[in-house]
Structure formats: C-alpha cells, structure tokens
C-alpha cells in the first residue's frame, strides 16, 4: 500500500473526499500554526477555505492543482466461474480453460480484491496517469475472457496468380510458394497458441488461445513474414491477411 493511499485515507478521506489539494494544503497550515490537529480542525473551515480561492481566481481559470482530483477508481467484475488473486501488483485469472498471469508493477496503482469486483485506484491522477485504471482494467477484461472463452482469428491468403500453401508443424506455421518463391516463409508460434489448418479451405489458418496479446501476435508475426519488397504494395497484394476474429 503506498504512502498516498495511508496519508488519504486516514486524514483525508475521512473528512475530505472531494476537495482539492489547494484546500487541504491550506487547511495544514493554517492548523499547523495554530496548534491544532486535524482531527479537531472542522470541514467547516476547509470549505471556507477552499471558497475563498474560488473567489480570488474569479476572473481567471483555477490552476491544475485546484482541479485535481483525489482519485480515479475502475472496477472490473469477476466472474462466479472464475478466481482471480492478487499478489501485489501482480494478477492471477483462473478459469475453465486455464490460467494467466500479468504484472503490473509498473503503474503506480492500488489493487482491492472484493466479493464479486477488482477495484483498480490510482491516487493524484493527472494527464496519462488518469486514464491508467481504465486501460489496467481492459487488459483485466481480456484475461477473464480469455481464460472463460478464448479467443480465435481466421487468417486467409490472398494472391494473383501464385497460390500459397500453408504447413503446420509443431511450433512452427511455414508458407510456402509465396509469390513464386522457392524460400519457405517460416513463423514461431508463441506459447499457449494453437494454429490449425483448415482441410477443406487450404489457403486458410485459424489462430486459437486464451491470452489475446500472444495470439494476435502470433498472428501479426505470419503477416509480417509474407510482406513484399521493393515493388508497390498496392499492386502486390498477395500475403496473409486476418479475415476474422472473436471469442470461441
């Protein structure tokens, strides 16, 4: 838990959940000379306090830190089927079809796992921090979608004149006879990923798998490995391109 979170809500919070920094800050010191704790100092005076700035910045627009917001908080439901724990910053999603993990211990955020709900807080926001729970909590989304769903893309080759052949090997997609060539296009497929051919439409794969990161990049990896050089793309059209994708 960080310093923020403890200073906020055992002062803060209590007393003052909407009131900007200005407010409080004037609200310390005004209690720190007169000898007064802030317990005893009333929310009467910060109210005062924080309409006295109003009125002095009438005429001109109140600067960033009497607009801050204390904190922004997204919450992410979970699932009955699915258990979710919470390991500092660091996420565990078990499901029907298997289990993810991710580590988020680069954002300054505050995880609180409740009955039902994943509250996500992050405290001071301001810019691109403010916009950081929402982005944690889609990522939070897509591993319970993964791990009760899955996830799926149809991938198709397009060509002219030279049709294109794919081979699924284990760990390995190859394409072959692109454009004419004799070189075999080879691809890693990336752990917990499963690519099938399609008997029936040979010029067809489908991408399959829980983790939605590693199966569109598995996916963007086969793209890339059949792009054309050195002629104008708008011409060459041929390569392997995503015609479909959703949830099993």
Not at 14 to 23: G, K, M, R, S
Not at 225 to 247: M, P, Q, W
Request: hydrophobic share 40%.
């Amino acid at each position: 838990m960080y310093f923020s979170q403890l200073f906020a809500q055992d002062i803060f919070a209590i007393y003052l959940p909407e009131f900007p920094i200005l407010a409080i800050y004037e609200w310390f010191l005004e209690s720190w000379w007169c000898g007064t704790t802030f317990i005893q100092c009333p929310a009467v005076h910060v109210q005062r306090q924080y309409t006295q700035c109003l009125q002095t910045q009438s005429d001109a627009p109140l600067p960033f830190f009497c607009k801050m917001h204390l904190k922004n908080t997204v919450s992410v439901h979970i699932p009955a089927e699915v258990t979710l724990t919470v390991n500092k910053q660091e996420i565990t999603v078990k499901g029907p079809r298997g289990e993810l993990k991710r580590n988020f211990d680069m954002v300054p955020l505050d995880l609180l796992k409740t009955a039902d709900a994943l509250q996500i807080t992050v405290w001071f926001p301001r810019g691109k921090l403010n916009a950081m729970p929402r982005t944690i909590a889609s990522h939070i989304t897509n591993m319970i979608t993964g791990v009760t769903k899955g996830f799926y893309f149809v991938m198709k080759a397009a060509h002219a004149h030279f049709p294109m052949e794919f081979v699924v090997k284990t760990g390995l997609v190859e394409v072959r006879n692109y454009i004419g060539q004799k070189e075999v296009h080879t691809t890693e497929i990336l752990p917990g990923v499963t690519v099938t051919a399609d008997k029936e439409k040979k010029n067809e794969i489908k991408v399959t798998g829980n983790d939605i990161e590693a199966v569109s990049y598995t996916c963007a990896k086969i793209h890339q490995s059949c792009r054309i050089h050195n002629k104008d793309i708008r011409k060459f059209l041929d390569g392997v391109y995503v015609a479909e994708r959703g949830t099993l």
